[in-house]
């Protein structure tokens, strides 16, 4: 399930994921996206990561039609926040694989810091690669 959370920045779209994201999950999300894309021309993403119970094939390929469409270049930052280690690290490493866009993961305890880092940028003291 993916729920839209408010946020107070214009130029950022933020939701919470627990569980199973379906295809109409995703297409709202990716509407979210561009609309602050076209009225912003960049967007930063809050991501909670509470469970992933899966995606669904059809969201899947829309989220690939997106990125065909938008490619990365108009993401600003993008914070994850989650106490699943793995995901932190896999934020780690794309972090560094795209290098345009700044990404960060946060523990649930750093909620706050998560926004901060949308909000003003570099936080040198984000959790990061845990590894």
Known sequence: ???FLDFELDDAVAW??????????MEQALGALR???DRCGHVSVYQEVVSIGGVEWD?????MEFLREYGVRHFRRIAVV???????????????????????????E??????NF??????????GDPS
């Open 110 to 115: 750093e909620r706050e810091r998560a926004r």
């Open 16 to 25: 919470r994921i627990d569980g199973k994201v379906t295809e109409d999950e």
């Open 118 to 127: 949308l909000a003003y940028g570099d936080d040198p003291a984000a959790s």
């Open 82 to 108: 989650t106490d699943k280690r793995w995901m932190q690290t896999v934020i780690g490493w794309e972090d560094r694989l795209f290098r345009s866009v700044d990404m960060r993961a946060f523990s649930t």
């Open 1 to 3: 399930m993916l729920e």
């Open 59 to 63: 969201a899947i390929e829309e989220k």
């Open 35 to 37: 609309e602050t894309i």
